[in-house]
């Protein structure tokens, strides 16, 4: 089963290096990133979308 995981990283360069190590230690997570906190909890609202096992 598919887990979400969610990262608050403004550094693009350290989110693409955490997204990939998840990846190798997990390869059954789907890395979301966010560069802002208004957009993430926004979006944690939205009923739309699965709520993350992980918030980073």
Same mark, same amino acid.
């Not at 969610?6 to 997204?19: G, H, I, M, N, V």
């Given at each position: 089963? #598919?887990?979400? &995981?969610?990262? #608050? ?8 290096? $955490?997204? *990939? /190590? #998840?990846?190798?230690? /997990? =390869?059954?997570? +789907? ?14 609202? +939205?009923? *739309?979308?699965? #709520? =993350?096992?992980? &918030? $980073?």
């Amino acid at each position: 089963m #598919l887990k979400n &995981i969610l990262l #608050l990283d403004d550094d693009s360069d350290d989110a693409e290096l $955490f997204c *990939e /190590a #998840l990846q190798d230690v /997990a =390869p059954e997570t +789907n890395c979301v990133v966010y560069k802002d906190c208004t957009k993430a909890l926004r979006q944690l609202g +939205n009923d *739309e979308i699965d #709520l =993350p096992e992980f &918030i $980073f």
